[in-house]
């Protein structure tokens, strides 16, 4: 895919042929060349403590390898294999729908390093990480 066909339609189509993907609530808000914004809808089953309402932690280390991942659509036109990944919480992410920017770090043909940040309702910060990817093109 070149970046003339990067469409947010286009994306959100690929991204929205994995099932979780699908159950996260993944929607496109912007693709450029290296980044991706998306916005999850919330769901009750992500609490982990009913007493307190948070959003369970997976969830957001979810978002930020999916968002990390697709970050790198403009040079490989599909996500890719997470090699490895490190996430940090920066607080409880409350109901609401999450946002998250993801942007490209530094390509290589075989592995690339992106990171992502993740918003809560109110755009504080809620976690942040970074990814290390496969970008080696898929064997025929």
Do not use: C
Request: proline share 4%.
């Amino acid at each position: 895919m070149n970046e003339q066909e990067l469409t947010i339609e286009k994306v959100q189509s690929l991204i929205a042929r994995g099932p979780f993907h699908q159950w996260l609530g993944i929607e496109v808000t912007s693709v450029g060349a290296g980044e991706i914004g998306i916005r999850a809808k919330w769901r009750e089953e992500w609490v982990v403590n009913p007493d307190r309402g948070y959003t369970h932690g997976g969830i957001l280390a979810a978002l930020v390898d999916l968002t990390a991942d697709w970050a790198l659509v403009s040079k490989t036109g599909r996500g890719v294999p997470t090699i490895d990944m490190r996430v940090d919480y920066h607080r409880a992410a409350m109901p609401g729908d999450l946002t998250a920017h993801g942007k490209l770090v530094k390509w290589g043909s075989q592995y690339a390093v992106s990171e992502a940040q993740v918003f809560d309702k109110d755009t504080i910060l809620v976690a942040s990480g970074r990814g290390v990817y496969f970008t080696a093109p898929p064997k025929a």
